[in-house]
């Protein structure tokens, strides 16, 4: 399993991705979920990716070849993030079919889910998970959040604490606790945590991994936990008349 | 759907289920989950359901016929906490397994999951998890809690904040943070909540009904967001050495 989200703020974005892939329990590996691509001056799109590792990889190795070839491709022609968002879905789409057979006679699914972030121009920046079937939906500003992969676990603190003018740092700290309460209840989700936060107009990422031994991390879940201790401990008791004797 | 869980501790049991049933968005309804049987002075059970309301209700009608007629029944007559549990896994099989045919017929699930819990005798308190194929877990003391029903959304407190020294009432505010944070996520599940705690050799409970209204609920949903944020805010933010520029 995955755990990506993306954050679509004022102040801009924020991806936050696990990297633990998994097939089966023995066959447990560390691969990049998180992929930057900057097709031009005017733009830069972040990619998450959840599902099928080997769909996610022939993907993003079909978009390498459309740039590094000088073909027409939406990546550099589009003039909308939607149009590149549906042009990735139709490759995932595509090469999730190409596989389907194939896989679906040992049991294993093809298809993967796809987040798509960035900015072209002067659009505002966004995010827009692009479904296996290859359509899309955006963040909203009552929802300004997108996850992919195992989103339950850590989807409280993201109802609660993400509004559209929380500031980066903030939003970084709200994915983070989110990515811990997820990996704490479900092993297919793991560090390293790969980071990317994008302003507007910046057309770059500010990047950052941190690792599974990083004081950091090992600072975060430190004082995460007890301050969710603390949280609970504070919480009211049941008022005694509200038992029934 | 439905969240209900128990903790197993060693001042005693804590039962927390929601209310909340649905068949299809347009077809909402409040029934009781967690069920209380005293089938004698030396015996208390609680039983909490999720999945099939049909088959729960069959289950728990037949238990009571149990009850009311002279007849022998696991209820009255077993040993140990196990077998009752056994007892009520083979109706619940049965119950699913009688009425499967019609139900997959238009795409329902017959199937129920049940939690029993209680003291017989001298035995130690246990809950127990009954699967819809009839056999059991146990919680344990890494793990002293169960769950059934929509789980994930508030796993996240349960593994960090409960062990089986953690007294009755702090154990009560983590099953009500954990079953708002699941009620916040999914709108499957929600108040008014029933909450029963159980103590050693008690062999009765004190039950309560937080309503949706209660002035009560009001106040620990404000005091857990307040301290959620809080809890976020106090996290370190990530330092400016950890991105690669």
């Known amino acids: 399993m995955t755990y990506c989200l993306a954050l679509r703020l004022e102040d801009g974005l924020v991806f936050l991705s696990d990297t633990r892939t998994n ?34 990889q022939q993907v993003l190795d079909q978009l390498a070849l459309e740039l590094s070839s000088g073909e027409p491709t939406p990546l550099r022609d589009a003039r909308a993030l939607h149009e590149v968002a549906l042009h990735i879905g139709q490759l995932s789409l595509a090469v999730a079919d190409e596989h389907r057979t194939a896989l679906q ?19 505002t920046p966004d995010v827009l998970l692009v479904y296996p079937e290859g359509n ?10 997108l996850q992919i992969g195992e989103s339950k676990y850590g989807k409280h603190q993201l109802d609660i604490a993400v509004h559209p003018s929380v500031d980066l740092e903030t939003a970084t700290k ?29 057309f770059d990422v500010d990047e950052a991994r941190i690792d599974e031994h990083s004081p950091y991390l090992g600072e975060i879940l430190e004082v995460w936990h007890r301050i969710v201790l603390e949280a609970i401990a504070e919480l009211p008791p049941v008022p005694p008349h509200t038992f029934n004797d």
Request: neutral net charge; without cysteine; hydrophobic residues 40%.
């Open 23 to 56: 097939a089966g329990v023995d066959n447990v590996s560390t691969y990049r979920k998180l992929h930057v691509l900057r097709p031009g001056p005017d733009r830069l799109f972040v990619i998450q990716s959840a599902g099928s590792l080997a769909t996610t």
């Open 105 to 123: 006679a040992v049991g294993a699914d093809p298809t993967a889910s796809l987040i798509v972030g960035g900015q072209i121009g002067d659009e």
């Open 136 to 145: 899309y939906i955006r963040a909203s500003d009552e929802k300004p959040f």
């Open 174 to 202: 709200i994915a983070l606790s989110s990515m811990l309460s997820t990996a704490r209840a479900n092993l297919s989700v793991g560090p390293p945590y790969d980071l990317a936060l994008y302003r507007p107009g910046a």
